[in-house]
């Protein structure tokens, strides 16, 4: 999918995810938000799946390792087919499907998620059975930035390290901000590319708002380098409703009618919909 076909992707697929929280009564929406562009880009331009054969062998892997964005992937594996809209619209209801977090009943989903920490774990036993397989598939991972805190993910970053997995692009989602604030104030991370560096990963910067940076930035990982490879994604919490924008409490907020009304006057005023 061109970049023009992907912003304009992204901004319906925002759309859908507010209409998905505000009639499911739950979700965490500030993640869901800040990670959606670089879930979008992932799905529609680089990774090698199918949703009408979602065990294939030569399938790339994808893990949410911040499972509590799931309703970011829900949205995402519904538009590409993966799961119906009459499932997704079951989302919050009684015996619902779909659950909180992603779990492995769900096609499209390789690994049941959101205990943190251990999603990069497990993407690099998916990227070390390539190697070993001599298969070409490619493992993604997208983290949390409060997530980094958790002592099990550099124990998977040494081993990724060791096991020279070129094959394996994990994605902090770095938005700043967790359920008790400024991830700075609660555990600070910070210098997270030269901790990355020093562990031996090929490590880059990109802006997670800009699907062009999105783009460019994956297009350029060298997967024949021999280092497993970090992308720290630069986001907004909240993006694209002004009233959530980078506020803390919308990591688990819901929005009331009113915040719905005015989420919605605000989304339908980017520029898809004001051309439609």
Not at 87 to 106: C, M, N, R, S, W
Not at 116 to 123: N, T, V
Not at 213 to 232: A, C, M, R, W, Y
Not at 254 to 260: L, S
């Amino acid at each position: 999918m061109e970049v023009n076909q992907l912003k304009q992707k992204s901004e319906q697929l925002r759309l859908n995810l507010i209409n998905l929280i505000h009639s499911g009564r739950t979700g965490h929406t500030g993640g869901d938000l800040s990670v959606l562009n670089v879930l979008t880009v992932l799905y529609n331009r680089f990774l090698n799946v199918d949703p009408a054969r979602p065990k294939m062998p030569e399938r790339d892997r994808f893990v949410l390792s911040k499972g509590h964005c799931a309703e970011a992937l829900y949205c995402v594996l519904c538009d590409k087919g993966f799961i119906s809209q009459d499932e997704l619209d079951q989302y919050g209801k009684d015996f619902a499907h779909l659950g909180g977090h992603p779990d492995v009943t769900i096609p499209g989903v390789e690994i049941n998620t959101g205990a943190l920490g251990h999603g990069l774990a497990a993407g690099v036993g998916m990227a070390i059975a390539a190697k070993m397989k001599k298969m070409p598939y490619k493992t993604y991972v997208v983290m949390g930035d409060g997530e980094q805190a958790e002592g099990s993910i550099y124990e998977a970053a040494m081993a990724a390290n060791k096991y020279h997995l070129d094959n394996l692009v994990a994605i902090i989602d770095r938005n700043g901000l967790q359920i008790s604030g400024s991830t700075e104030d609660v555990m600070p991370l910070e210098n997270i590319r030269e901790r990355w560096t020093a562990f031996g990963w090929d490590v880059k910067q990109m802006n997670g708002d800009n699907i062009d940076d999105i783009v460019s930035t994956i297009e350029s990982i060298d997967f024949q380098n021999g280092k497993p490879h970090l992308l720290i994604s630069k986001t907004t919490k909240g993006l694209g409703v002004s009233f959530m924008e980078n506020v803390a409490k919308w990591h688990h907020g819901v929005p009331n009618e009113e915040q719905y009304q005015q989420a919605l006057k605000e989304l339908v005023k980017s520029e898809i919909f004001a051309t439609a």
